[in-house]
């Protein structure tokens, strides 16, 4: 496609339940980031996927977190049991190259929040 | 990781105004990065300026960057309203990937 597409747009999970978001990122990109950005604060990093591989997650907060891409292109991050503190925005970024410097496109994000 | 830290938080001025925001960083960078978000979007990607480069420019917007104080600014020329968003920087390190570390950046308000 186009851009990068992430759905759903807004979720709304009840805590304890189990969600999960999807990104499918720009056709033959290389990178795939996840991050979490909370209301009025810079996103912060999540996750990195170079292809199916995932070399850096040491952004995920807990173990409740869980993200894969098992072809090397789409990618989903399930979170466990939510809690209020999960409630943000959730971003996900692709890039042709490796080391990004052509710059990252980003999604619109999933708005999840957690009641 | 790296860290942008971007000043003023927030910046108001008129249409046709120029806006200057800036960026500081902590350790050598490969490239930085200015993104900016509308209110309940993603971010867009404006301009990257690489480690070897000083001034960058790009429509109206002029991107420098001063490795030896580790800071950047950018500079919108002819503010618009709808310039009006966050804008962001983000590192990108020496080697291998870059996982952009964001600060939390500067709200634009350019007014009619």
Request: charged share 20%; glycine share 10%.
């Amino acid at each position: 496609g186009a851009g990068v597409s992430q759905s759903p747009r807004y979720k709304v999970a009840k805590r304890g339940q189990d969600v999960a978001l999807r990104c499918d990122p720009i056709s033959g990109h290389v990178s795939l980031f996840w991050y979490q950005q909370a209301l009025g604060q810079g996103p912060e990093f999540l996750t990195y996927f170079q292809n199916e591989a995932q070399l850096d997650k040491s952004g995920l907060p807990s173990d409740r977190f869980f993200a894969e891409r098992p072809e090397g292109s789409v990618s989903t991050l399930k979170i466990q049991r939510t809690q209020q503190e999960d409630s943000a925005v959730y971003l996900c970024a692709s890039s042709i190259t490796q080391s990004g410097d052509y710059g990252y496109t980003f999604g619109s994000g999933t708005r999840l929040t957690v009641v | 990781s790296q860290q942008g830290e971007e000043d003023p938080q927030a910046l108001s001025i008129q249409e046709g105004e120029n806006a200057t925001m800036n960026c500081s960083y902590k350790t050598s960078i490969n490239n930085l990065q200015w993104y900016r978000q509308n209110s309940g979007r993603g971010l867009v990607h404006l301009i990257l300026i690489r480690s070897n480069e000083r001034e960058k420019h790009s429509g109206r917007l002029r991107v420098t960057l001063d490795t030896s104080k580790k800071s950047s600014s950018l500079l919108i020329t002819a503010s618009r309203a709808a310039d009006t968003a966050s804008y962001f920087c983000a590192t990108g390190l020496n080697s291998g990937y870059s996982t952009l570390t964001f600060g939390k950046g500067t709200m634009l308000l350019v007014s009619p």
